[in-house]
């Protein structure tokens, strides 16, 4: 199955088992669990950069979830 690299963003191929996500761009090569792991992490970093625009415009880190 082909599903984005967390990397480099490029095609990278999932295991038909989920056993394996691999990049022949980047050599990514981990395990489906390291995988998910990867786009928690870059979803975090999106979710910071968010957090400080957030912070930019309304000058406080506390309730912004009420906000959205
Ligand atoms: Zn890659």
């Given amino acids: 199955m082909k599903i984005k690299c967390p990397k ?8 038909d088992d989920f056993s394996y996500v691999k990049c022949s761009n980047c050599s990514l ?10 786009i928690a992490y870059k979803d975090a970093r ?3 950069i968010l957090g400080d625009y957030a912070k930019d ?8 979830l009420d906000d959205w």
């Fill in 29 to 38: 090569d981990v395990s489906y669990g390291e995988y998910v792991k990867l």
């Fill in 8 to 15: 480099c963003d490029k095609i990278a191929e999932l295991g």
């Fill in 46 to 48: 999106y979710t910071d």
């Fill in 57 to 64: 415009t309304s000058g406080t880190t506390s309730g912004t």
